[in-house]
């Protein structure tokens, strides 16, 4: 996995992380239903095989990704989550952390929120600095916990992006 290219790629212009510091904290895991799942839902539900494809071909992915469907954003998800936990972060870099954050992002788009609520308990469990929000910030929302905050076991290299791109522009 380490050093591998990215799977996912964004339409349009990376956001950068200077900007203004979300306002929602996580006040503690046992509030993630309530306080992350009511916020945003995808309005039309999960998406078929089909349209999440086409989909995914359209947010410019590669064939293996759009081939691969709900069930291989989900797994990358879950894995990613996994690494998280396990603290293997010190070789990675910021935008490789993004890129994860991207297909957490799409999983949302495709209405599979549902189908990860565990991973993301335990995302939501090992993150830290939640009153930071650092990808998306010029839309109002605060569903999206995923793009706040950053690891509380980050180390190496990548600690050392996260001081320079989260904390120290706050």
Not at 43 to 50: N, P, Q
Not at 138 to 167: C, M, T
Request: net charge positive; with cysteine.
């Amino acid at each position: 996995m380490k050093g591998r290219a990215f799977e996912a790629r964004r339409r349009g212009p990376i956001k950068t992380p200077y900007g203004s510091a979300g306002s929602r904290t996580l006040s503690k895991p046992d509030d993630f239903s309530n306080e992350f799942r009511t916020q945003d839902t995808s309005a039309k539900g999960e998406m078929t095989e089909a349209e999440i494809q086409e989909y995914l071909k359209g947010r410019g992915c590669r064939e293996r990704v759009w081939k691969g469907g709900s069930a291989r954003l989900i797994d990358r998800w879950e894995r990613f989550v996994s690494r998280v936990e396990q603290g293997d972060t010190s070789d990675w870099l910021y935008p490789e952390y993004w890129n994860f954050l991207c297909i957490r992002e799409m999983i949302h788009d495709i209405g599979c929120d549902s189908r990860v609520i565990d991973a993301d308990r335990r995302f939501a469990s090992v993150l830290t600095a939640t009153h930071i929000k650092h990808s998306y910030e010029d839309r109002n929302s605060d569903y999206d916990f995923w793009n706040y905050g950053y690891p509380k076991n980050a180390s190496g290299y990548f600690y050392e992006e996260v001081k320079h791109y989260i904390l120290k522009h706050r």
